[in-house]
Structure formats: structure tokens, C-alpha cells
């Protein structure tokens, strides 16, 4: 029971518990490690990670340990104590689960764990729904701002994004979609009974932005969907790590795989245009995942505010991206400050949608934006004539990016718009 049952989220959230007096008899050491996001936390519910330098071998002891004080303190108190996520690829080992006070105590002086954050609410980062034209790939291969002889035409390289795998870790893709042309499949899904599929369309939209033949940046890039979010476009922090998890030991077997059968292999990149208060734990996850070798791309969000009060995007390692419109200002409603490393279109961005393998749409927002770049460094990585690291494509689209092109943008806020260098 302790092990199979598993955790779905419920649509009552209560904020106050983070400032619950239960946390008043831990010693200083402990309150260190333990994180309580400001909002929509979960309550009961805890995530766990451990030191990055953690061994196999330390995992299972540390697991076994867990599993043996949880049995204890259920038998004292009823099962109120669960696993509902393990994470054990080669850089995130830990877990997330429903821990009751004793347990949560006994784990926070084990000296293996780097933090304990209180699992809470994650949203996919689009705004608002209007009809417009799919003026963002346009916008990637020119310099200069969009005239009425180039907002649609998008110059590029026909096979950019071959041997890539774009991982879209969101609400899941259509992958029937006739856009994808069959290089979409369906690679893992996260809440506790969902369905493999997309009931939401956000990831699907996503996906289309990334790889699509006629909507996609890097029109010849692999799609894997990786569903975290429900189809009511949110979920939680522990579900969305425990996809983080799974690109990271898909990316190793396919890495393997094609290193075995001779296949032409580019690397992979990743994105994820969902959001929510500031997380250690999802930004320690996706700061790991980049240093296993998966380059991600992450939305700033869209409340208009520093970028840094919010997880993902404030993560260290991955291109946080803020949104741009068709005339070159920061969109209204996008996050900015210096936990933004680039821009790129996010208005009235138009791409595939859910219902029909033949259905569009057009949404804005930061997650609208993310793709854009997500694409170029799919579209990059496979141009290279190596396998670029993180660090390099990461620098890439910052170096190849034009500088000074967005107007209103908050002080500390860098003002670069990507740029595919097409077009010269």
C-alpha cells in the first residue's frame, strides 16, 4: 500500500498552511533544508532531494531507510505516510510522497538530503486567445523589425533539427498531428491516471512552435511528449520533477541507442512554458537535468514581474525567455529582471491545436515564447558538426542573438531577441 498508492491532486489548495506552527521544534540545521513555497503549496505533501554526488548504492540505503521509518510511524499514526514519486536518473535522485510531522523531522537530519520543499501548484504560462498570423518563425531569421515585405517569410536551413530530440514537457502533444509528419511520439505521462494524450492543447501548441513542417522553428527535430500538467493545464511541482527525471534517462537510452546502431545523433533540448512561485526543488531538478546534458528552454511567466520570484524560470542553467511582440516591445504581460536571458515572439503566436490532426490555434504568452528559442537551439545542435554541450548551445543563441531591438524593458532586464542569422 505504502508504495502503490498514488497521489492525485486535489482542486482545494490551502496557502495558509505555510505558515503552520508545526515547523516550530526543528533545530536550526533542519528549518535550513526545508522550503515552503509562498503559493498554492499542497498540504502533507513534501519533495525530497538528495546531494547531487549521491551513489546508486547511497540512493538505496537512504530509500530503504525511508521505507522502514515510514512503516513505522503509519503503524503508530494509520498510513499516513506515502511514496507517490521516485527520482533516480544519473544527476536527480530523490523522491516526493505525503510525509506526516514525525517522518518529515527524521528526514531532515539525514545528512544526504540537500533540501525538502512542500509540493505546490504548477500553471502552463499562456494568456489570452485571438485570431492573428504566424508572424514568430518570421521574426527568428530577420535582424531588423518586421516589414510588410518580410513579416512572412522565414528563411532556414530545410534540415535544421535532424537528429535532435525536442523533449516538451507540458499537458502532452497531438502526435497525430499531420504537422509532425510522424516525428512526434509519446514518451511518458505524470498525474496518477491521465491519459496519454493532450486534453488541453498547450503542450500540443508547443510542439508545433518547436518541430512543426509548417508552425516549427526546427521542422525536421524529433517530438517527445512528456505530460505533467492535466488538461486543465495545471499540476504539481512533484509530477512536473518526475518528468524532468524521465527526460534525462530517455535522453541516456537514446544516446546509448543510437551510439550502437550508428544512427546520426545531435543531442537534446527540452522545453517547458508552465510556471509557478518560486521552487528550490523544480529549479535544482532542471538545473540538473541541463547538467546531464539536455538543454532547456523555460518561460519567464507572465505576471508582469521579476522573473526571479518564479520557478523555473529563475533556474540557473536553462535559457529563461521573456516574450516580444510583432513590434518589437516586451510584451505586456511578460516577466522581466535579470533571471531573463533572452527574448522571443510570444504574441498572437500561431500553431497546432488538439481536436482534429489538422487543427491551429493562436495564443499568447512567455510559453509561446519559450519554443521559439527551444527550436533555434534544436535548429542549431544539428548543424553543429559535434554534439554541443548545454553550456555551448546555451551560448550560442545568447551570442548570436541582435542586441537592442526590444523597447520597454524593465531595468536589469538584458535586451536580447533571438536571431537564426538566416537572413544576411
Known amino acids: 500500500m505504502l508504495f502503490n498508492k498514488l497521489f492525485v491532486v486535489s482542486s482545494l489548495f490551502y496557502s495558509a498552511y505555510a505558515s503552520s506552527n508545526i515547523f516550530l521544534d526543528l533545530t536550526k540545521e533542519?528549518?535550513?533544508?526545508?522550503?515552503?513555497?509562498?503559493?498554492?503549496?499542497?498540504?502533507?505533501?513534501?519533495?525530497?532531494?538528495?546531494?547531487?554526488?549521491?551513489?546508486?548504492s547511497d540512493f538505496n540505503s537512504h530509500y530503504n531507510q525511508l521505507y522502514t521509518l515510514a512503516t513505522k510511524f503509519n503503524s503508530l499514526n494509520g498510513d499516513e505516510n506515502e511514496i507517490t514519486h521516485v527520482y533516480n536518473s544519473t544527476t536527480i535522485k530523490g523522491y516526493a510522497g505525503k510525509f506526516d510531522h514525525n517522518l518529515l523531522k527524521?528526514?531532515?537530519?539525514?545528512?544526504?538530503?540537500?533540501?525538502?520543499?512542500?509540493?505546490?501548484?504548477?500553471?502552463?504560462?499562456?494568456?489570452?486567445?485571438?485570431?492573428?498570423?504566424p508572424w514568430g518563425l518570421a521574426r527568428v531569421s530577420h535582424e531588423d523589425r518586421l516589414s510588410f515585405r518580410t513579416f512572412n517569410k522565414y528563411t532556414y536551413d530545410e534540415n535544421g533539427g535532424e537528429g535532435v530530440t525536442a523533449y516538451v514537457v507540458d499537458t502532452g502533444v497531438n502526435i497525430e498531428h499531420v504537422d509532425f509528419e510522424g516525428r512526434a511520439r509519446w514518451g511518458k505521462t505524470m498525474p496518477s491516471g491521465d491519459k496519454d494524450e493532450d486534453g488541453n492543447g498547450h503542450g500540443t501548441h508547443v510542439a508545433g512552435t518547436i518541430a512543426g513542417k509548417k508552425y516549427g522553428v526546427a521542422k525536421k527535430a524529433e517530438i517527445v511528449a512528456v505530460k505533467v500538467l492535466r488538461s486543465n493545464g495545471s499540476g504539481s511541482t512533484s509530477d512536473v520533477i518526475g518528468g524532468i527525471n524521465w527526460t534525462v534517462q530517455d535522453h541516456n537510452e537514446q544516446r546509448l541507442k543510437a551510439k550502437a546502431s550508428g544512427k546520426a545523433y545531435k543531442g537534446s533540448v527540452a522545453n517547458m512554458s508552465l510556471g509557478g512561485g518560486y521552487s528550490r526543488a523544480l529549479n535544482s531538478a532542471v538545473d540538473r537535468a541541463v547538467r546531464a546534458g539536455i538543454t532547456y528552454a523555460v518561460a519567464a511567466g507572465n505576471d508582469n514581474q521579476d522573473a526571479c520570484d518564479y520557478s523555473p524560470a529563475s533556474a540557473t542553467e536553462p535559457l529563461t525567455v521573456g516574450a516580444s511582440t510583432i513590434s518589437d516591445d516586451r510584451a505586456w504581460f511578460s516577466n522581466h529582471g535579470r533571471c531573463v536571458d533572452v527574448?522571443?515572439?510570444?504574441?498572437?503566436?500561431?500553431?497546432?491545436?488538439?481536436g482534429s490532426k489538422y487543427a491551429t490555434n493562436t495564443i499568447s504568452g512567455t510559453s509561446m515564447a519559450s519554443p521559439h528559442v527551444c527550436g533555434i537551439m534544436a535548429y542549431y545542435a544539428s548543424r553543429a558538426d559535434k554534439v554541443l554541450s548545454p553550456e555551448e548551445l546555451k551560448n550560442k543563441v545568447l551570442d548570436d542573438a541582435s542586441e537592442d531591438?526590444?523597447?520597454?524593458?524593465?531595468?536589469?532586464?538584458p535586451n536580447l531577441l533571438i536571431y537564426n542569422h538566416e537572413s544576411q
Open 343 to 354: 527574448f522571443a515572439p510570444g504574441k498572437d503566436i500561431t500553431s497546432t491545436w488538439i
Open 106 to 133: 527524521e528526514l531532515l537530519s539525514l545528512d544526504d538530503i540537500e533540501l525538502v520543499e512542500q509540493d505546490s501548484v504548477v500553471h502552463i504560462n499562456n494568456v489570452v486567445t485571438q485570431r492573428g498570423a
Open 30 to 56: 533542519a528549518y535550513s533544508l526545508l522550503h515552503v513555497p509562498q503559493k498554492e503549496v499542497i498540504p502533507g505533501h513534501y519533495i525530497v532531494m538528495l546531494k547531487s554526488d549521491t551513489e546508486l
Open 405 to 413: 531591438k526590444l523597447s520597454d524593458l524593465p531595468g536589469l532586464t
